[in-house]
C-alpha cells in the first residue's frame, strides 16, 4: 500500500462517488484531508468515515463547503487548506458535472454551466495551488473520464469539457515539471455512481445503461468508485515519482475498443 502519512490532500467533490471513496481510501493511508463538496449532509458522513478509518496520528479532515462554480468558494478552499494545515501536498481534481445534450439540444446555458463546473474550476483551483505545491514538489491528479478521449453522440459539452481537462492535464505537466510538481489524470469509464441520476436517468434507464455498458466494456462490466480510487492513489504517490502527463484510462478496456 502506499503511505500518505502527513501529506495534505485536497479533494473536491467529496461528498460522494469517486470523491467520497478516495477521501476514505487516502484517510487510510495516513493523510491530512481537505474535503469539499456542496451537499453539506453528504460531505459529513464522508467525513465520519474517514475520522473512522483514519491513523491514529492524522489530524481530523477538514471540511470545506463549497460550490466549484463560484470563484470566491475556490479561493477560500485554498485558504482555509494553508490555514490549518500551513502546506498542501496533493490536489484531487474531482468535482464535475455530467448532463447529457447533443449539438441540437444543448443549450448556451447547459454549456456555460458544465464547462465553468468541470474545466473553468479546475484551472482556477490549480492555478491557485501551484505555489504551494511547487513549495513541496506536491502533485495533482486529475479525474477526467473516457468522455476526454473517446467519442460519443448525447454528451457533446461533458465530452469537450473532458477533453479540455486532459489537455490541461498535459499542458500543465510540462509547464510544472521544472519545478518538481507533477500532473496526471485519471479517465474512468462507466462507474457505479449517482451522476446519471443526478442527470436525469430514472431508475429503468439507469439499470438498462448499465447493462448495456456491460457489453460496451472489454472485461465486460462496468467500474466501481474504489478501482478509481485505487488509481487516484497510485498517481498521487511517490512510487510512481517519474510518472506525469499521463491520461490512466479505469474502463476495463473501453478506450482500446474506442479506436477500431
Known amino acids: 500500500m502506499y503511505n500518505f502519512n502527513g501529506k495534505v490532500t485536497v479533494i473536491t467533490g467529496a461528498s460522494?462517488?469517486?470523491g467520497a471513496a478516495t477521501a476514505v481510501l487516502f484517510a487510510r493511508l495516513g493523510a491530512n484531508l481537505v474535503l469539499s463538496g456542496r451537499n453539506e449532509a453528504n460531505l459529513q458522513r464522508t467525513r465520519d468515515e474517514c475520522v473512522?478509518?483514519?491513523?491514529?496520528?492524522?489530524?481530523?479532515?477538514?471540511?470545506?463547503?463549497?460550490?466549484?462554480?463560484s470563484e470566491a468558494d475556490v479561493a477560500r478552499l485554498v485558504d482555509a487548506t494553508i490555514g490549518k494545515f500551513g502546506r498542501m501536498d496533493i490536489l484531487v481534481n474531482n468535482a464535475g458535472v455530467y448532463e447529457m445534450g447533443s449539438i441540437e439540444t444543448t443549450s448556451l446555458e447547459q454549456?456555460?454551466?458544465?464547462?465553468?463546473i468541470n474545466l473553468r474550476a479546475t484551472y482556477q483551483l490549480t492555478m491557485l495551488c501551484v505555489p504551494h505545491l511547487t513549495a513541496t514538489c506536491g502533485n495533482i491528479v486529475n479525474v477526467s473520464s473516457m468522455n476526454g478521449t473517446c467519442t460519443f453522440p448525447g454528451d457533446l459539452a461533458y465530452s469537450l469539457s473532458k477533453a479540455a481537462v486532459d489537455q490541461l492535464t498535459r499542458?500543465?505537466?510540462l509547464e510544472l515539471a521544472s519545478k518538481g510538481v507533477r500532473v496526471?489524470?485519471?479517465?474512468?469509464g462507466v462507474t457505479v455512481t449517482e451522476i446519471h441520476k443526478r442527470a436525469g436517468m430514472s431508475d429503468d434507464e439507469y439499470a438498462k445503461f448499465f447493462e448495456r455498458s456491460?457489453?460496451?466494456h472489454p472485461l465486460g462490466r462496468v467500474g466501481d468508485v474504489?478501482?478509481?480510487?485505487?488509481?487516484?492513489?497510485f498517481l498521487a504517490s511517490s512510487s510512481v515519482s517519474f510518472?506525469?502527463?499521463e491520461l490512466l484510462h479505469i474502463d476495463g478496456g473501453r478506450h482500446a475498443a474506442c479506436l477500431h
Open 16 to 18: 460522494s462517488g469517486i
Open 52 to 69: 473512522r478509518v483514519r491513523h491514529s496520528d492524522a489530524e481530523q479532515p477538514l471540511v470545506v463547503i463549497a460550490d466549484m462554480y
Open 111 to 116: 454549456y456555460d454551466r458544465i464547462m465553468n
Open 171 to 173: 499542458c500543465t505537466a
Open 184 to 188: 496526471n489524470s485519471v479517465n474512468p
Open 214 to 216: 456491460k457489453t460496451t
Open 226 to 233: 474504489e478501482e478509481v480510487a485505487q488509481a487516484i492513489a
Open 243 to 245: 510518472i506525469t502527463g
